[in-house]
């Protein structure tokens, strides 16, 4: 356990100098900016990266010592649930050179007797690589679904090759920092959202990079022509569906995609299963049937995304998400599925606790 001499100090110190610090995913912020700041935000070479803290140090030590070479825009400092730091931090300052001058004059600094800090300039990583995607997957329901998932997302560009399982996305941030917190959640969020176990690292830029997939995938390349039998090209992905196009035919189902159909009402009229509707105990719950406004947003092989809005009676907002859901075999089967999906966030918005149980229980 932290010494409670350590977190009075902190407390205290907190308290003295007015200072508000922020816990979110795993560490804890001050600044981004500070009040009173002035002027713009850093730019490219602002950030240095700080390793070799003793566990009980908190920002009650290291701000006042990292101000002590320059203006502090921002510190981070990397927390486990025990209450302990994890040993690195980083402090963001108002320019590049401020930052030079703190791993100058502050790398080897002595915090306590066995302990030399390690400063140094923090590389600016903005690019993930998500990978194991299916072959048929299409640029534009990656791009929805992680901008659905995570902030700061500039673009996305598909790839693929011999060495690749499937394909990857080359994720860009507009930060680090937005790129470091979207590294925690896109994996868990592929999987809930869209069944799809993909994984997540970061892309440097230094390692040898496949140019993306195009339409046109069977151009000759450049150059003398390789010796040996010929290479496989790699699978062509399907051109991107626009916005009105949606709910085509199953895969493997014969026929070209068609545009999406006039989207059925929901179906409370419709014959279903004898198991118990969810779209009916939201009806008997409200007392009459909530408007459901929803429209597709992305398209994909196997997968939709869809945006939803439900004015429920009991809520004094309407209730706005989105969910991805697997093709059904007709257009029918597809909209059956997401209104009962969103049957059952209007329920868990109306009674807390209950999204997620199976509809054997409603």
């Given at each position: 356990m932290?010494?409670?001499a350590?977190?009075?100090?902190?407390?205290?110190w907190r308290n003295e100098n007015h200072i508000s610090l922020s816990q979110v995913n795993g560490q804890r912020r001050y600044g981004g900016p500070p009040d009173g700041w002035e002027g713009p935000a850093p730019g490219d070479g602002c950030e240095v990266f700080i390793s070799q803290l003793p566990e009980d140090v908190f920002e009650d030590l290291l701000i006042p010592l990292f101000s002590s070479v320059g203006r502090l825009w921002e510190f981070r400092l990397m927390m486990n649930f025990s209450g302990w730091n994890r040993g690195f931090a980083y402090a963001?300052?108002?320019?590049?050179?401020e930052a030079a001058e703190a791993v100058r004059r502050l790398h080897g600094h002595r915090l306590g007797p066995a302990k030399q800090l390690c400063v140094c300039h923090s590389t600016q990583k903005k690019q993930l690589c998500v990978g194991e995607l299916p072959v048929t997957i299409q640029q534009p329901?990656?791009?929805q679904v992680l901008r659905a998932l995570s902030g700061g997302v500039e673009s996305v560009s598909l790839k693929s090759g011999t060495d690749i399982k499937g394909v990857s996305a080359l994720v860009v941030y507009e930060s680090h920092h937005a790129a470091a917190m979207a590294k925690k959640v896109i994996r868990e969020g592929f999987k809930k959202h869209c069944s799809l176990t993909v994984s997540v690292k970061w892309h440097y830029s230094s390692t040898k990079v496949r140019r993306p997939l195009t339409h046109g995938e069977g151009t000759p390349r450049s150059g003398?022509?390789?010796?040996?039998p010929p290479r496989s090209q790699p699978p062509r992905l399907q051109p991107p569906l626009s916005t009105t196009e949606t709910f085509n035919k199953a895969p493997g189902a014969p026929g070209a995609p068609g545009p999406l159909p006039p989207r059925p009402a929901p179906f409370w009229s419709s014959p279903l299963p004898q198991k118990p509707c969810l779209l009916a105990l939201l009806q008997r719950t409200c007392g009459t049937r909530p408007d459901f406004n929803l429209e597709c947003t992305a398209s994909g092989p196997w997968h939709v995304c869809v945006s939803y809005s439900v004015q429920l009676p009991h809520l004094p907002h309407p209730l706005k998400g989105w969910l991805t859901v697997r093709r059904?075999?007709?257009h029918e089967d597809t909209w059956r599925e997401v209104n009962q999906l969103v049957a059952g966030r209007a329920l868990a918005a109306l009674w807390p606790g209950t999204e997620g149980m199976p509809k054997q229980a409603w």
């Open positions: 932290v010494s409670p350590r977190l009075q100090a902190l407390e205290a963001t300052y108002g320019s590049a050179g329901y990656v791009l003398p022509p390789r010796s040996g059904g075999v007709t």
